[in-house]
């Protein structure tokens, strides 16, 4: 686990990484990224804005721990609702 870290670019070479301003090359074969959620309202502000009716649920709700039981939890029950 590296916090902060951005992410440039996976290449032949392996993950290409920044951290406090230094680039750096992790040479691997297998990459797995767990990097965290943030919820994504934009949309749904606008829509509220210009007085249509939206629902917010899942991630764009709540983003965390990429709980897709508990979006598609929320969207069955959402659907039932309307």
Not at 38 to 59: K, S
Request: charged content about 25%.
């Amino acid at each position: 686990m590296v916090p902060g870290v951005r992410y440039d670019r996976i290449d032949d070479a392996g993950l290409h990484i920044t951290v406090d301003g230094e680039s750096t090359v992790l040479e691997v074969d297998t990459i797995v990224l767990c990097t965290g959620q943030e919820p994504r309202r934009g949309l749904y502000e606008e829509l509220i804005a210009a007085g249509r009716p939206a629902h917010l649920i899942g991630g764009a709700d709540v983003a965390a721990e990429l709980d897709a039981k508990r979006a598609v939890k929320q969207g069955t029950e959402l659907a039932a609702a309307l």
